[in-house]
Nanobody
């Protein structure tokens, strides 16, 4: 059974930073494009950032310049570095591993930005 194990969510004040991590098996990670999505109650899940197996990145416009996605191929881990967090960034953040043969999701980690 494929697992994506996320960590790093929590509570932070506006302007603060968090780093999310998502680890999976080497066989999945090495061939997957990895992504971070987020969802708030009553809304659709939205793409936050993606990184291809070759390192190409893509970002939601509202997080450009604040969030950075990266991958550590030796650790089979993808990261989302989040800076200058704002209340509108509050959501459950999900990691996914995307390949033309599979799509796997993590369990989600809560990020709450509060004053």
């Amino acid at each position: 059974q494929v697992q994506l194990v996320e960590s790093g969510g929590g509570l932070v004040q506006p302007g603060g930073s968090l780093r999310l991590s998502c680890k999976t098996s080497a066989s999945i990670f090495s061939r997957s494009n990895m992504g971070w999505y987020r969802q708030v109650p009553g809304k659709q899940r939205e793409l936050v950032a993606t990184i291809t197996a070759n390192g190409g990145t893509n970002y939601l416009d509202s997080v450009k310049g604040r969030f950075t996605i990266s991958r550590d191929n030796a650790e089979n881990t993808v990261y989302l570095h989040m800076n200058s967090l704002q209340p509108e960034d509050t959501a459950v953040y999900y990691c996914n591993a995307n390949h033309h043969l599979w799509l796997y999701w993590g369990q989600g980690t809560q990020v709450t930005v509060f004053s």
